[in-house]
Each structure stands twice: as C-alpha cells, then as structure tokens.
C-alpha cells in the first residue's frame, strides 16, 4: 500500500550547466527530486530560437513539480553593460531581450502542458534587482534593467491567464542575490556574495514557502515582494 502512495517530485531546470542551474540540479537531486536538466552547453538549447525550445521540450512527458528557468547574461558578446545613455546600442537591447525576456516566456510557452492542473507546481525564472523600476536610484545597465523588467511583466502577466487554468500554480520572477559565479564576477563591486550552493538553497527555500495567492510575483532570496 505505501508504494501506491508513494509521490517522487520531478523538476525541470534549464540553464542547468550554470552556476546557479548547477546548484539547484545538485540540491533538487539531494532531496530525491526526479531532474531533467537541460542546457545550451551540454544539450544545445538555444533560449533565443523558438524552434529549439519547442524541440528540447517537446519528448518531455507531464507533470513537472518544478520548472526553473536558470539562465540569463549581463554581457552578450561585444555588448557590455552601458555607463550612460551615449553607449545604447539597439543591438544590444535585442540580445538582451532575446535572451533575457523572450527566452524564459517562450520556455513557460512551451512547458505549460507539463505544469499540472490537480495540484501545486511551480515555475520561476531567475530575474534581478536592477530589473525593478521603482528601486532604480543608479541608472545605467539599459539593457539588461529592461530586459529584466519585461521579463517580470511577461511572467506577471501569465500567470493571470494560467491561474485559470492552473489554479494551485505559481508563476515568479526571483532575484537570487549576488551569487559568486562568472556571471557578476566581474560586476560584484564589492558587494558580499553567496556561493552557487547557498543560493540553491536560499530560490528553493522561498520557493517552497509561496502560495497560489503569490502567483505573478517578483521576489528575492529572502522571499520578500520586490517594487516592480
């Protein structure tokens, strides 16, 4: 009789090669999680090409407890974060897009049919700080902060239409902090960071701890409400 009620949670993580994807594979698996785990370095999973989001998605078979999109970039080949308005380059805004907002909501796109209807789940996608318009007090980054900031939007904004649907999901955007990976080494301005395995803990701690009523939200590793 236990084996008849016995429940393994599954999870898929993308980004999962990365500092934080890594951690949170790593620890999700150390709680006897069941993990997909996909990547554009050891699977080809390219966020900025529909056609290869629908194609790495489309074998996976429901239902996903967790669906953590780990990936994003503050530098995308040439393009650096600006220092002022003189250095926007619509390259570089459409890079970051691609990357940074279409690719996470094309990902939910595509993983909604693996996100049950009977029961919690969870979807979130590794957001920042400098995303938020109302704590913006240092200006530049113009890329990155907007992408970010429309990243926010398009998870807030499905998350009312899959709570129709989805009623017991929840759908956020997380600041994990300053992690200690090659990602803000070169950026972290002295502020104190955390190591991949902390940060891990931290995204899934808060994530465990949010309710359908905080669908659509923005949050950081502490699990407080972020200004939008």
């Known amino acids: ?14 980004g999962a090669s990365g500092g934080i994807g890594a951690a949170v594979t790593a620890a999700l698996m150390a709680q006897g999680t069941e993990v997909t785990a996909l990547s554009r370095r ?21 239902p996903y407890d967790l ?27 459409a890079a970051h897009f691609a990357l940074n907002a279409t690719g996470p909501a094309l990902v939910l796109k595509h993983a909604l049919r693996l996100i ?6 969870r979807f979130a996608a590794l957001s920042a700080r400098v995303g938020s318009i109302g704590d913006n007090a240092l200006g530049g980054w113009f890329a990155y902060r907007a992408a970010k900031a429309a990243l ?6 499905a998350a009312v239409e ?25 950026y972290a301005n002295g502020h104190p960071t955390v190591p991949p395995d902390t940060a891990a ?10 309710t359908p009523a905080d669908t659509g939200g923005f949050f950081d590793w502490q699990g407080k409400a972020i200004p939008w």
């Not at 236990?2 to 393994?8: L, V």
């Not at 699977?43 to 996976?60: C, K, Q, R, V």
């Not at 049950?116 to 789940?121: G, N, Q, S, T, V």
């Not at 926010?152 to 904004?157: A, E, R, S």
């Open 42 to 62: 050891s699977h080809g999973l390219d966020l900025t090409d529909e056609s290869s989001i629908a194609a790495h998605l489309a074998p996976l078979e429901a």
């Open 201 to 210: 803990h931290h995204l899934l701690s808060v994530l465990a701890n949010l």
């Open 1 to 14: 009789m236990a084996n008849e009620t016995s429940f393994t949670p599954r999870a898929l993580v993308i």
């Open 162 to 186: 899959v709570k129709r649907t989805h009623p017991q999901a929840i759908l956020c955007t997380y600041h994990p902090g300053t992690v200690a990976t090659p990602l803000t080494g070169a």
């Open 152 to 157: 926010n939007q398009l998870i807030h904004t």
């Open 67 to 93: 669906i953590l999109v780990a990936t994003g970039a503050l530098e995308l080949g040439p393009h650096r974060p600006e220092k002022s308005l003189r250095a926007l380059d619509p390259a570089a805004l």
């Open 116 to 121: 049950p209807r009977d029961r919690p789940a």
